[in-house]
């Protein structure tokens, strides 16, 4: 089945113990950790206003979280 699409159910275990050494996470009866990381940060957005005639675009700036820079 090498690059085909398979599905499968049914109960997913594992006897190892899933670590995240980083945090000093150990955990039983878990197949995955997912560690997701966001920062406090100013956001920049673009935002279009109308100026008599024309259409302009500004950059505005929020507070935010965010997982990106």
Known sequence: MDKK????TGMLTTS???????????MNDTIKI???VEVYQ???RTE??????????????EKGWSSTK
């Open 42 to 44: 100013w956001i920049e």
């Open 16 to 26: 190892e113990i899933v670590q995240d050494p980083t945090f000093g996470l150990e």
């Open 34 to 36: 997912e560690r997701k």
């Open 48 to 61: 279009e206003y109308n100026s008599g005639d024309e259409t302009k675009t500004r950059k505005v700036y």
């Open 5 to 8: 699409l398979v599905c499968a």
